[in-house]
């Protein structure tokens, strides 16, 4: 009788294809062996379950979004430090997987409903915390209300600007916070370029935004000056690397182990450094 050897050796290749592997799929596996009787399909068996891309890799859909200053298009490139940071992570891991640019509403559904998905970059906050799995910090950034330069607004705390229109990224975290502070006017777009506009135009008072953002997005219009100016001050925060809350955790910490060792030998300071955006280098990792 050979069945019980080979029955081993199948189970034991299981296991070291895949630790996660789910019991219907075991199930799977030891009804399809029962039927199998010619060696030829054996073989053929154990080269399609060694094969197995479900087996073989982490099978992740990696998104970002076309928001400078840390993941942009320029002409049909995608760039960005967060993006090289994320492409060098890739690489160290040997995954294949292209990252996908949708607009940050749509990936941040997907993110909230599909395993197995990677979004950046995105804020942390204590909503969000426990939505997501994360990775990081890769960035630090200053998010406050911003005002045209020539605008009379002052503000003292966020109850003050309720009655004035604020542009915000829709799903991002300045809406999520005016959301919480019940503040009921915004004006949402997909995009800093809008936000931008619409204030610099007088259709919105206020933009939630960064620094960073506005400065970036000051360039992407080519202003030669930048006639905004910062009214309230809300908080720093930090931008991380976002995984769905059903990705394994050996997926999750395999990132966080890889970009640790991008931190410890500098390779991410230099990547913020080259584009000359050393001020958004966390100062705590």
């Known amino acids: 009788m050979r069945t019980p050897c080979f029955c081993g050796k199948v189970m034991r290749l299981i296991q070291y294809r895949q630790h996660n592997i789910i019991s219907c799929r075991i199930l799977g596996v030891w009804t399809l062996y029962r039927s199998v009787t010619s060696p030829i399909l054996l073989f053929l068996f154990i080269s399609l379950l060694v094969g197995s891309p479900s087996l ?50 749509r990936g941040y559904k997907y993110l909230k409903e599909r395993p197995n998905t990677v979004l950046f970059s995105m804020t942390h906050s204590k909503k969000r915390d426990p939505l997501f799995k994360w990775v990081g910090p890769l960035a630090e950034k200053r998010i406050g209300l911003y005002a045209r ?82 009214v309230l001050r809300q908080q720093i925060t930090f931008m991380y690397i976002a995984f769905s809350k059903a990705t394994p955790d050996t997926i999750v910490n395999r990132w966080q182990k890889t970009y640790d060792v991008l931190v410890k030998e500098g390779v991410a300071q230099n990547i913020f450094k080259k584009y000359g955006m050393a001020n958004l280098i966390p100062t705590k990792y």
């Open 149 to 230: 330069k020539d605008s009379s607004i002052k503000l003292k705390k966020m109850a003050d600007a309720k009655n004035y229109l604020i542009g915000v990224q829709r799903a991002g975290v300045g809406m999520q916070l005016l959301e919480s502070a019940r503040h009921q006017k915004f004006d949402t777009s997909t995009s800093g370029v809008t936000n931008l506009k619409k204030l610099l135009h007088g259709r919105t008072d206020l933009w939630f935004s960064s620094n960073a953002t506005v400065f970036a997005n000051c360039q992407k219009l080519k202003l030669k000056t930048c006639d905004v100016k910062l």
């Open 56 to 105: 073989a890799k982490d099978n992740l859909t990696i998104i970002t979004e076309d928001y400078p200053p840390l993941n942009h298009y320029e002409g049909d490139v995608l760039k960005g430090p967060a993006v090289e940071i994320v492409q060098e992570i890739m690489r160290r891991l040997k995954l294949k997987d292209k990252i996908k640019v949708y607009p940050w509403a």
